[in-house]
């Protein structure tokens, strides 16, 4: 049972730039789960969905911020227009959709805008 | 909002040690709690999970526990070993419909041989 799969796991980029992150989760989990982490922080929620729905948005996700999981396995995260404040690692997480909704997390995309 | 305190932030153990990390939250309206380690640059492991009905869970030299009316949970790592060098990061997950995860800052253990 291989475990949450994310890539690229580094990515530079110039600021203003688009950017596009890529979550497999965990076979037969249907919970989703993006984070953000800078330096010396714990984890940020950012969004979360069942299936293909995206059924919660942290305020974090502003409007340059885009997620999807179109057929209800992948997912997507795009940056649109980066800005150095957005440098940090994305963090997928993925849980089965029955108590106790266990989070298990990739290793991770580490973002840097030059 | 759900606000997570670690302390401390970091601790330096000689090997063979036992240590506790303490983990406290604002909000006991918790569905669970999860307790994660994670090395430089990589990603969380899921150390334990303790459901909100639950007081304690073991799992090999690590038992955490729970107590959600007074909004704290620690980590006990008993026989500390090199291996177990790594910052500790606890997060209760909301409940009603919620299911994020709210973080603290995590405790950088050093565990010197």
């Known amino acids: 049972d291989t475990g949450v799969s994310q890539n690229p796991r580094h990515k530079i980029t110039k600021r203003g730039q688009n950017v596009t992150f890529r979550c497999d989760p965990i076979?037969?989990?249907?919970?989703l789960y993006w984070y953000r982490q800078t330096l010396g922080q714990g984890p940020e929620f950012l969004t979360y969905?069942?299936?293909?729905?995206?059924?919660?948005k942290s305020r974090l996700l502003s409007d340059r911020f885009s997620a999807e999981r179109p057929k209800g396995s992948f997912s997507t995260l795009e940056i649109q227009r980066t800005e150095q404040g957005d440098s940090a690692m994305y963090l997928c997480a993925s849980s089965l959709p029955q108590v106790p909704y266990e989070q298990y997390f990739g290793p991770g995309t580490r973002l840097t805008v030059t | 909002k759900q606000e997570v305190t670690q302390i401390p932030a970091a601790l330096s153990v000689p090997e063979g040690e036992n240590l506790v990390l303490n983990c406290s939250f604002t909000d006991s309206a918790i569905y669970n709690l999860q307790w994660f380690r994670q090395d430089p640059g990589k990603g969380l492991t899921s150390l334990l999970l303790i459901q909100s009905s639950q007081r304690e869970q073991t799992s090999g030299r690590l038992n955490a526990s729970l107590d959600k009316s007074s909004g704290r949970s620690t980590l006990y790592i008993a026989a500390s070993q090199p291996g177990d060098s790594a910052t500790y990061l606890c997060a209760p997950e909301s409940g009603a419909g919620s299911y994020q995860l709210t973080f603290g800052k995590g405790t950088k253990l050093s565990v010197i041989p």
């Open positions: 076979s037969e989990h249907n919970r």
């Open positions: 969905f069942q299936n293909e729905a995206q059924l919660e």
